[in-house]
């Protein structure tokens, strides 16, 4: 694990809003307000150590559990991340890598999408994992590495892939997702456009503002959101009883990718990809 005391903290929390807006066949929108963590995983010990509200691998108010990411095993989040950028030539993007995902709260955690940001040696995003978790227990991530041309001069990365995971009953698997992602700072957005042969069907986003992180802004943060990651697991079946009275078709759940994670080749397409299925 590397030290960290001496250099500046980039972890933080992030305040805002999430929308959800489902075009056709039946039109069907949400918004909730949540809160989430940006977490350099090399100061996640340093955290523990420095707040009374925050954990690491045990009970708080808000902890964080390595098993709760990637491939759920218990050992060190950061190393997995390592082997898994090393297994794709990735090895220099592993210089500091932070993790956007929502805590553990009161010991219960669900996250349907969290970021990973890998970054080089020089500060710049190389590669950028999308992993996806649906609420019958599978996980998969997108693994898609970043260009020299990959940020405009807002900061902003647009990446694309074809789905691989099953997530909603009423959404079929023949599908590409499109990202757009305003790198961490003083805000993010995290933007989701779902397509398929018809266009866009499904537009979904983040968007927050920075807080630096404290026992009092996690005190208040837990004030504001109160059991905020339960409540994200009962929005998701709420939402789904809705969109089942609107009459929306069922769509069965396939076995989930063999594969941990899809390696998307910055060049291919997101219709490259689903042609590979």
């Not at 990411?69 to 218990?74: K, N, S």
């Not at 041309?149 to 499109?178: E, T, W």
């Not at 305003?182 to 989701?192: C, H, K, L, Q």
Request: aromatic share 10%.
């Amino acid at each position: 694990m590397r030290n960290t005391h001496s250099a500046k903290r980039t972890s933080a929390l992030y305040e805002g809003v999430v929308t959800h807006h489902r075009l056709r066949p039946k039109q069907h929108k949400l918004r909730y307000r949540v809160f989430s963590f940006l977490l350099d995983l090399d100061e996640i010990d340093d955290l523990a150590a420095k707040f009374r509200l925050f954990s690491r691998n045990r009970f708080n108010l808000f902890s964080f559990h390595d098993r709760d990411h990637a491939d759920g095993q218990t050992g060190d989040l950061r190393t997995r991340l390592e082997g898994i950028l090393a297994e794709h030539d990735l090895r220099d993007c592993a210089h500091k890598i932070r993790l956007l995902c929502y805590p553990r709260l009161l010991g219960f955690v669900f996250n349907p999408l969290s970021v990973y940001f890998c970054h080089r040696a020089d500060g710049s995003v190389g590669a950028v994992l999308y992993e996806v978790s649906n609420t019958f227990g599978d996980r998969h991530s997108y693994l898609i590495p970043v260009g020299e041309d990959g940020l405009d001069h807002k900061n902003v990365l647009r990446q694309s892939c074809a789905k691989g995971l099953y997530v909603s009953p009423f959404i079929d698997m023949v599908a590409d997702y499109h990202f757009r992602i305003r790198i961490p700072g003083e805000n993010v957005a995290v933007t989701i456009r779902e397509t398929d042969a018809n266009g866009v069907f499904l537009n979904a986003a983040f968007v927050g503002d920075r807080t630096e992180l404290s026992d009092r802004k996690l005190l208040g943060a837990f004030i504001r959101y109160p059991l905020m990651t339960l409540k994200v697991v009962a929005g998701i079946h709420w939402e789904a009883l809705h969109l089942w009275r609107k009459g929306m078709t069922f769509h069965k759940r396939p076995a989930p990718p063999q594969n941990a994670v899809t390696y998307v080749l910055e060049t291919g397409t997101a219709a490259a990809q689903a042609g590979k299925r």
